[in-house]
């Protein structure tokens, strides 16, 4: 299945964070929702392992939305580098096109 729509994922530092992050993308319509997960994250930064809590950020959205996205989380992230990842969303019809009904208009 060929998609327009997204799943994007960023880890936050800490569950205010991650509300304010998510609160800003749904109020400037850039994503037509947030979920935020508590999760246990096990990483290589500066050469060591590490090994702390963090929040997931689900943000569904549309394809064409990711660089600007991308760009506000990099402004108002505390990490030096956020992990933004996405994958494919798919999905009912219906609950599709409420994501696109949920977003502002394309910014041509």
């Known amino acids: 299945m060929v998609s327009e729509h997204v799943e994007i994922q960023v880890t936050c530092g800490s569950a205010e ?3 304010a992050i998510a609160r800003a ?59 933004i990842t996405a994958v494919t969303l798919g999905g009912t019809r219906a609950y599709l096109a409420w994501v696109d009904s949920s977003l502002a208009p394309p910014v041509a």
């Open 25 to 83: 993308l749904v109020e400037a319509r850039l994503v037509a929702c947030a979920q935020a997960v508590p999760i246990q994250s096990v990483f290589v930064w500066d050469g060591e392992v590490q090994n702390d809590d963090e929040v997931l950020l689900l943000l569904k959205t549309r394809a064409d939305r990711f660089d600007a996205i991308a760009e506000f989380v990099t402004e108002h992230h505390s990490y030096d580098l956020p992990a």
């Open 17 to 19: 964070e991650a509300a």
